[in-house]
């Protein structure tokens, strides 16, 4: 009986401790971005939740498996690309590795990747060039052994970028694919 | 839905301002238009003297008075003389009446001969003040110039919106009577028909990129061609063409599509990005962007897809062209000391002019009588739109700070 006690109370901690770790996420620091997808939470304070649950998992043996989704999302990782370029660099390989790891891992899900520039550019350009970077992305991951079938491209161009400070640190976090785990 | 008040402020139902604008010659003494007073192909133009005065309503001849010489005043052809100092070449007197709607007797007489060379009677049901002083201020230009104005067109452009979408909106060219048109989704590439009755645009729905065309008159869009991956509207011809990029098959290339046959082809074949295809405004012609050579550049080839070349060749980053309505120049945006800057060169690749030189600068679009360029700033902090005479002079905002606006696009001349 106490030990049920301690396991409620401790799930009941976590709750709080999730809910105090993802609120913040629901405040992006550019409100323009609110709107956009929802996949698109910040990968470190993401980290934070899940150290806090697999700390509390060995404390309870609860059965607070983390869906694969939620997974997905501290696994994929931005792929950043070079100004007016589509090709992988050699340096960002590793995280497309994760991503067919993942994707070989759970059959059951897809990947939407979305191709995305910095603001400088025309928009139509900037739409293509991020079509690109989907499409070489997606070579990778198909290279990696992914079926093509399962990984969705889109591009946003310069339409949903994270900043907009016209720096070289903005832009290059902006110029990227990003991953969105479809079902 | 949020709506953006700043926009708002301005905004008026334009197809009843068309259609209520009444237009009635009632003497036409002396109306050739015979002399021309400002030969606007010459180089060097001189500034004709003008006075402007009207008699009737004090506040409304005032607006007629200011929004007139507003307009004349972007064209940079015109010195405005007071009604009580001499020195006027030619007088343009307005009785205006607002008895029964807004209508004004426009008479320009020049001075010099001492005849009267113009007598127009100008007729509104409703008070739209600023339609009828935007026709008076082309009665006066077509006087002065012997050319048509641009007075009466307006500005395709996409907003930011709070929620993320990008919207199509419609605004007179000086800024005024700003409409929505789509507030759907992402919208990018769009364009006008040369009979400036449609709207043709891109637009995102649901991860796919769509070309739609959308009756101005009517509120439904309809959807002109869709296929996987990212299709993207650049121009229109005379003959009912509209030019656009598809990567269906790939890699992004050139198209074009029948407005009514809907029938398709293929015009560029390469492995790289080719984007914005715009045709020349006799539809012969065809420039767009491609980075076939390794870095964006412009492009011309005839509108069958045939005699592909480069046409710039300063700077490793050139895009968005738009041609002049004789065909004669070609302005483009492009990177130049690390910022982007808008450019002209004549469509043979000579007499290259650099025309902004402050923040970064893109989607140039020529007015139709191709003496003005509309283009899109970050100038002033956030991205606006901004209308400028071919020789880079005269410089101005037309769209509210609060917004960010960019990607403007004139229309044709409308009725």
Known sequence: MKKVIILVLLIFAIGCTKTKYVKPTEKPAEPAEETIVEETMKPEVEEEVIEEVDIAREETVAEEELSPEEKAKSIFKDVLFDYDKYSIRPGERPKLDAVSSFLNENMGLNVIVEGHCDERGTNEYNLALGEKRAKSTKKYLVSLGVSPSRIIIVTYGEEKTLCSERSESCWQSNRRAHFVVAK | ?415
């Open chain 2, 1 to 415: 839905m949020k709506k953006n008040s700043a926009v708002n402020h301005f905004k008026l139902n334009y197809s009843v301002i068309i259609c209520s604008l009444l237009v009635i010659i009632f003497v036409t003494a002396g109306f050739s238009y015979a002399k021309i007073y400002i030969d606007i192909a010459s180089p060097g133009i001189r500034k004709l003297p003008i006075t402007i005065k009207s008699r009737g309503p004090s506040k409304t001849k005032k607006e007629l008075e200011w929004i007139i010489k507003r307009d004349l005043d972007t064209t940079g052809m015109f010195e405005f003389v007071d009604p009580d100092v001499p020195g006027g070449e030619i007088v343009a007197d307005m009785l205006v009446s607002t008895a029964d709607g807004l209508s004004v007797i426009l008479s320009v007489n020049d001075l010099i001969e001492g005849e009267e060379v113009l007598k127009i009677r100008l007729s509104s049901s409703k008070m739209n003040t600023r339609s009828m002083a935007h026709s008076i201020a082309n009665h006066i230009y077509k006087v002065a110039t012997g050319k048509k104005g641009i007075f009466r067109t307006k500005i395709s452009y996409l907003v930011n919106s709070s929620s993320g979408r990008k919207n199509l909106r419609v605004m007179d060219w000086d800024g005024f009577n700003s409409t929505k048109i789509v507030s759907r989704g992402l919208t990018s590439g769009h364009s006008w028909s040369q009979d400036g009755q449609h709207l043709l645009y891109s637009s995102e729905r649901k991860r796919k990129w769509k070309i739609f065309v959308r009756n101005l008159k009517q509120p439904r869009e309809t959807v002109l061609f869709s296929s996987k991956g990212l299709n993207l509207v650049g121009g229109t011809s005379p003959d009912d063409l509209v030019s656009f990029s598809s990567s269906k098959d790939g890699s992004s290339e050139i198209y074009v599509i029948n407005l009514r046959s809907k029938g398709l082809k293929k015009l560029t074949r390469s492995f790289g990005i080719d984007v914005s295809p715009v045709f020349s405004h006799d539809g012969k012609k065809i420039a767009f962007v491609s980075d076939r050579g390794g870095t964006p550049q412009i492009y011309t080839m005839d509108a069958n897809g045939r005699g592909a070349a480069r046409l710039t060749f300063e700077g490793p980053y050139n895009q968005s062209p738009s041609w002049s309505s004789n065909g004669k120049w070609i302005t483009y945006a492009g990177r130049k000391n690390g910022k982007i800057h808008i450019f002209v060169v004549k469509s043979d690749g000579k007499d290259l002019r650099q025309l902004t030189f402050e923040g970064n600068n893109e989607s140039p679009s020529f007015s139709p009588d191709g003496f003005l360029i509309a283009f899109e700033s970050d100038r002033e902090g956030a991205r606006g739109i901004y209308i400028m005479r071919l020789n880079g002079e005269g410089k101005k905002r037309i769209t509210p700070k609060n917004i960010k606006a960019t990607a403007p696009r004139w229309s044709p001349y409308l009725k």
